[in-house]
Nanobody, 122 residues
Framework: QVQLVESGGGLVQPGGSLRLSCAAS????????MGWYRHAPGKQRELAAV???????NYADSVKGRFTISRDNAKDTQYLQMNSLKPEDTAVYYC????????????????WGQGTQVTVSS
């Protein structure tokens, strides 16, 4: 089955940058949507960014203008470039991928990685 493995998390100073990667066990070309959820302490899980197979991107208001999501089908990897980081960005970030309305019964298939910690602090 599909596996997603995140990397690139760590400790960074406010205003700094970090790039998260999510490598899939197989091709990502068939995923209709891929993205990044984040879960901060004391808060509900939030969809930070998403990208469709056609390249359309959407961002949460809290990260718009600072984060950029991309996907590289040749490397079977998606990325989240995080700039101008704030302490409020501290969270566990989870890679997400989905195939929607597959087959006669229009089933949805959704997958999540195990998460990578991002800590923004002086």
């Amino acid at each position: 089955q599909v596996q997603l493995v995140e990397s690139g998390g760590g400790l960074v100073q406010p205003g700094g940058s970090l790039r998260l990667s999510c490598a899939a066990s197989g091709t990502i070309a068939g995923f209709d949507r891929m993205g990044w959820y984040r879960h901060a302490p004391g808060k509900q899980r939030e969809l930070a960014a998403v990208i469709t197979s056609g390249g359309t991107t959407n961002y949460a208001d809290s990260v718009k203008g600072r984060f950029t999501i991309s996907r590289d089908n040749a490397k079977d990897t998606q990325y989240l470039q995080m700039n101008s980081l704030k302490p409020e960005d501290t969270a566990v970030y989870y890679c997400y991928a989905a195939r929607l309305y597959v087959g006669y019964f229009r089933q949805n298939y959704e997958y999540w990685g195990q998460g990578t910690q991002v800590t923004v602090s002086s």
